[in-house]
């Protein structure tokens, strides 16, 4: 894919396209075990990742998928190949959305030597980068260590406190409003020792209270209760 790595206005992505590829083929010939996102190498769009893998030309720097996301552009002009060993196969390019960088081809007629990339999106793997998931796990971030044990029990202590100490908040809030609530009323103050005398004289006075209907009346039953046995003298 010379055409893709000539001039083309890129600039510095040259060099890096071909750093790139170097280290990509170095990769691939270690393990990989993890599925593969491939990004855009000037804007770092993902293009492509190893679900939809094909096949792999390590020789010509390509990478074939059977599909791509939607940030892959395919061209609607169709081009002939010049590169030595695909003379005469017919391609359509595929840009990057984003950017608009050349990042490979979609070859629809090929010659032998390359026919098992035909129909699939090949891409040129000095004009992406890659990124292994999951390669990340087991690794170390510089000199950081993993918490002892301990100190997940402390947190789990610590929050058990703040959570007693919130309740008894609470019940103190409780009983300093009961307090308050007795002495407007007449009554004692009220601490625990004697918190059972308060509630059974609050609930003696409570049962000693007049009836609404007998306070409007103003009926006392014991001035006028009249003997049974009377009652026919009056």
Known sequence: MDSLRGGGGYGGYDAMADSKASTLNTASEEAINGPVVLSCIKCRTI???????V???PERNYIALQAVPESVVCSKAKKI???????????FELSCGECQAVIGRRYITTVEEIDGIRNAYTLDVGRIITYELGKC??????NCE???PEF???VALHEDLVLVKSNVAAIAAKLQKLEQSLARGGGSAVSPRNLPAVAAAAAAA???????????????SEIYHVDPSKRNNR
């Open 47 to 53: 293009v492509g990742d190893t679900f939809a893998y």
């Open 55 to 57: 096949t792999s030309l």
């Open 81 to 91: 190949a010049t590169e030595r060993g695909e003379e005469g196969s017919m391609y």
């Open 137 to 142: 796990l087991g690794n170390k971030a510089g």
């Open 146 to 148: 993993a918490p002892p």
């Open 152 to 154: 997940y029990t402390s």
């Open 206 to 220: 409570g049962g000693s209270r007049k009836r609404p209907q007998q306070q409007a009346q103003g009926y006392n």
